[in-house]
């Protein structure tokens, strides 16, 4: 039978969102996808099932789900039952969320609620590629309508040859020598359509200037050569 591996996860994914399935009948529902691409993911395949869309990289990860049609609920879902509603679906998903991940802040655009979290280093870990869980959830039907993950695997456990204060230096210095750096983080870049991985800091310079007073300046370095680093 065609896509019995991509049947296999699909229904791995549908149990850890808590709905009912019996084992096989996902199998029987595939036809072909249809296919796509992402710059970092690389090929993907969307599958139509009557649980959902399942979108899947060439590992058969998840990258992406989205709901089917659902009943709208006589009392809408407010923030706070929606944020529940969200960290159960993800926990349920990614059972290392709050061990790996971190929520960062995201807009809400009533009916739809946002959430978001990216992945960090975990001892022995010094870096990691940032990868992100993306949630929705819709108010009127009080569930999660949306999720999307990546799932990059560029992780490094030994520290760089520039550590955080000479990063600092280094960002502050190719930035002009004014002004702080605001933010400064440590993380695995993607090269070589995500074949392999560069360790680099990111900085954000802040600067007195500019029509709203204040400048912001993004730099990046390579964590091991000092040097101005550039995304590709």
Same mark, same amino acid.
């Given at each position: 039978?065609?896509?019995?591996?991509?049947?296999?996860?699909?229904?791995?994914?549908?149990?850890?969102?808590?709905?009912?399935?019996?084992?096989?009948?996902?199998?029987?529902?595939?036809?072909?996808?249809?296919?796509?691409?992402?710059?970092?993911?690389?090929?993907?395949?969307?599958?139509?099932?009557?649980?959902?869309?399942?979108?899947?990289?060439?590992?058969?990860?998840?990258?992406?789900?989205?709901?089917?049609?659902?009943?709208?609920?006589?009392? @809408? &879902?407010?923030?706070?039952?929606?944020? #529940?509603?969200?960290? +159960?679906?993800?926990?349920? %998903?990614? *059972?290392?969320?709050?061990?790996?991940?971190?929520?960062?802040?995201?807009?809400?655009?009533? @009916? &739809?609620?946002?959430?978001?979290?990216? #992945?960090?280093?975990? +001892?022995?870990?010094?870096? %990691?590629? *940032?990868?992100?869980?993306?949630?929705?959830?819709?108010?009127?039907?009080?569930?999660?309508?949306?999720?999307?993950?990546?799932?990059?695997?560029?992780?490094?456990?030994?520290?760089?040859?520039?550590?955080?204060?000479?990063?600092?230096?280094?960002?502050?210095?190719?930035?002009?020598?004014?002004?702080?750096?605001?933010?400064?983080?440590?993380?695995?870049?993607?090269?070589?359509?995500?074949?392999?991985?560069?360790?680099?800091?990111?900085?954000?310079?802040?600067?007195?200037?500019?029509?709203?007073?204040?400048?912001?300046?993004?730099?990046?370095?390579?964590?091991?050569?000092?040097?101005?680093?550039?995304?590709?």
């Amino acid at each position: 039978m065609p896509y019995e591996l991509e049947a296999a996860r699909i229904e791995r994914m549908i149990e850890r969102i808590g709905w009912p399935v019996v084992r096989g009948v996902i199998a029987t529902q595939l036809g072909s996808p249809t296919h796509g691409s992402h710059a970092l993911v690389g090929a993907l395949r969307t599958f139509q099932t009557g649980y959902g869309r399942f979108t899947l990289t060439d590992r058969n990860d998840v990258y992406l789900f989205e709901a089917p049609p659902l009943q709208a609920r006589e009392m @809408p &879902s407010d923030e706070a039952e929606s944020e #529940q509603i969200a960290l +159960a679906f993800a926990r349920n %998903v990614e *059972p290392e969320l709050d061990r790996r991940f971190k929520r960062i802040p995201a807009s809400h655009v009533p @009916p &739809s609620y946002n959430y978001s979290f990216m #992945q960090v280093p975990v +001892a022995p870990e010094t870096s %990691v590629y *940032p990868n992100m869980i993306d949630l929705r959830v819709d108010a009127r039907v009080a569930a999660v309508t949306r999720y999307s993950q990546t799932d990059l695997r560029f992780v490094r456990t030994t520290p760089p040859a520039i550590d955080e204060a000479a990063a600092r230096a280094r960002i502050l210095a190719l930035s002009g020598g004014q002004g702080v750096v605001d933010e400064l983080s440590l993380s695995e870049d993607p090269r070589d359509h995500a074949t392999r991985s560069e360790t680099i800091w990111y900085g954000i310079v802040l600067r007195q200037g500019g029509p709203m007073g204040i400048e912001r300046e993004e730099v990046v370095i390579h964590a091991d050569t000092g040097q101005r680093y550039t995304f590709t």
